[in-house]
T-cell receptor, first 114, second 113 residues
Framework: NAGVTQTPKFQVLKTGQSMTLQCAQD?????MYWYRQDPGMGLRLIYY???????DKGEVPNGYNVSRLNKREFSLRLESAAPSQTSVYFC?????????????FGSGTRLTVV | AQSVTQPDIHITVSEGASLELRCNYS??????LFWYVQSPGQGLQLLLK??????LVQGIKGFEAEFKRSQSSFNLRKPSVHWSDAAEYFC???????????FGAGTTVTVRA
């Protein structure tokens, strides 16, 4: 099915370890996003990429880096994981920015840092 | 800065009863509003969206929402709830040229038989 694919679905890390969350979309969308979801806080934007070759910080970028590898792929890297980064991470894409273009979300990556 | 408030953290409703979820937004310009639903362990699915025009918006799964500019609200309603409507619901807002979709904290709906 067309959409946004995230890998892995689950991951457990030890404090200080690094990892990269992968996201790929096959809808030829220009814009891609990384959100984290925490109980009682909704979804908060970590980073976004308005178009291939550009990335910008969102609301909670500290401790994360991103790479827009190509138009399809947008990865999120945790260089030194901390327990505060335990969360569910969602990748999303849209044809371009703004409300006229729908946002499609992946099914999420559940990350636990111990 | 834009923000969204969902005053109710958790709502329990009987199957067949009506449901209303509240959403209040703060945004300096014309807001573009969304409601998403998240079933347990799943991603987010768009229920409906409001851009302009008719303030009563129809969505999927029998949901509707009403935009009230004077009250800065965008409440979601369903006349008769089904057990499958048990999920978490998120209200979100974005500006006309903005990339940043801002979410409320969510409302969890429990449906009792």
């Amino acid at each position: 099915n067309a959409g946004v694919t995230q890998t892995p679905k689950f991951q457990v890390l030890k404090t200080g370890q690094s990892m990269t969350l992968q996201c790929a979309q096959d809808m030829n969308h220009n814009s891609m996003y990384w959100y984290r979801q925490d109980p009682g806080m909704g979804l908060r934007l970590i980073y976004y990429s308005a178009s291939e070759g550009t990335t910008d910080k969102g609301e909670v970028p500290n401790g994360y880096n991103v790479s827009r590898l190509n138009k399809r792929e947008f990865s999120l890297r945790l260089e030194s994981a901390a327990p505060s980064q335990t969360s569910v991470y969602f990748c999303a894409s849209s044809e371009r920015g703004g409300p006229n273009y729908g946002y499609t979300f992946g099914s999420g990556t559940r990350l636990t840092v111990v | 800065a834009q923000s969204v408030t969902q005053p109710d953290i958790h709502i329990t409703v009987s199957e067949g009863a009506s449901l209303e979820l509240r959403c209040n937004y703060s945004y300096g310009a014309t807001p573009y509003l969304f409601w998403y639903v998240q079933s347990p362990g799943q991603g987010l699915q768009l229920l409906l969206k409001y851009f302009s025009g008719d303030t009563l918006v129809q969505g999927i799964k029998g949901f509707e929402a009403e935009f009230k500019r004077s009250q800065s609200s965008f409440n979601l309603r369903k006349p008769s709830v089904h057990w499958s409507d048990a999920a978490e619901y998120f209200c979100a807002v974005v500006g006309s040229n903005d990339y940043k979709l801002s979410f409320g904290a969510g409302t969890t709906v429990t449906v009792r038989a």
